[in-house]
């Protein structure tokens, strides 16, 4: 029997403190749409067949029955890192609107003048790095960042 590797990647999860000002967060500053909202859980529509789930803390650490079976438990913890992506020509835009909403930007990176990882000595492209309300290091990459891939 033979099967192709999975799709795009369908969703993400980040657990976070606050589900509604974490949605707020990304709706009002990123743009994202809020899809379903909860006080345990929201999810948002990052892009077509995209959706980055926000946990609450806690509560997803046990199994959530639903009418069509059982979700099993997950939960994780810490500040993670999640990346998404934007186009070369709107970079010095995205800096703009982070900036003029107040977000701190932490870094910015061109990958072709810091290849990593070594073994990838292709790399192009740029990337911002910002913090969510959760300490989440968000990215926002332009093409190039992972040749081939994106």
Known sequence: MTTKRPGPL???????DDTRRSSEFYAFRLGFRVLAMAERIAALEIAAGQVLILCAKGGSAAPVATPGGQVPPAEAAGEMHVAFAIEETEFEGWIERLTAAGIAIESVVEWDKAPWPPTINSR???????RDPDRHLIELATPGVWPGVY
């Open 124 to 130: 192009s492209g740029r990337s911002i790095y910002f």
């Open 10 to 16: 369908v969703e993400t999860a980040l657990w976070v």
